[in-house]
């Protein structure tokens, strides 16, 4: 029996920079309202900053991918992926830019039977695939894909 494995998502520096950025300005300009506009208005800034913070920490944290025994767990924040491994039909890198959980644009697109599916980024790509191979007994690996025969 296989044990679970987990894997973090890798991250870009991009976009680790994007998010700090992110943040920063959010901190400036909620300094900057609540220093210069008197009143309640001031709390539109503080109001700001924290919307920018909990989006943040209920999509981004925790954020990894969990090999179980019937599944592959995909967390994101609040959010979470279960995909059976049966209904796994292909497995393909890609560099899609759509919203998924992943913080790289290196990433997998998991193809799931009747659905998208997800994309994810995981750290430790090559690993990855071999320990997912090892749950779906039907699917093959070609090259850094895994597909049906």
């Keep these: 029996m296989l044990e679970e494995v987990r894997f973090a998502s890798k991250v870009d520096t991009w976009l680790a920079v994007v998010l700090c950025a992110a943040l920063a300005l959010s901190l400036t300009s909620a300094v900057f309202v609540w220093w210069f506009v008197p009143g309640w208005s001031r709390w539109t800034g503080v109001g700001g900053l924290g919307f920018v913070v909990l989006l943040c920490v209920t999509v981004l944290f ?9 599944l592959l767990l995909v967390r994101s924040g609040v959010l ?7 209904e796994i039909t292909k497995v393909e890198p890609t560099n899609n830019p759509l919203s998924s959980p992943a913080l790289s644009l290196d990433r997998l697109h998991i193809h799931v039977e009747g659905r998208f599916g997800v994309m994810i980024s995981p750290l430790e790509r090559e690993r990855f695939l071999t320990e997912l191979l090892a749950r779906c007994p039907h699917l093959r690996r070609e090259g850094d894909r895994l597909v049906r025969p």
């Design 62 to 70: 925790p954020l990894y991918y969990a090999l179980e025994k019937d």
């Design 80 to 86: 979470r992926y279960r995909i059976p491994y049966r």
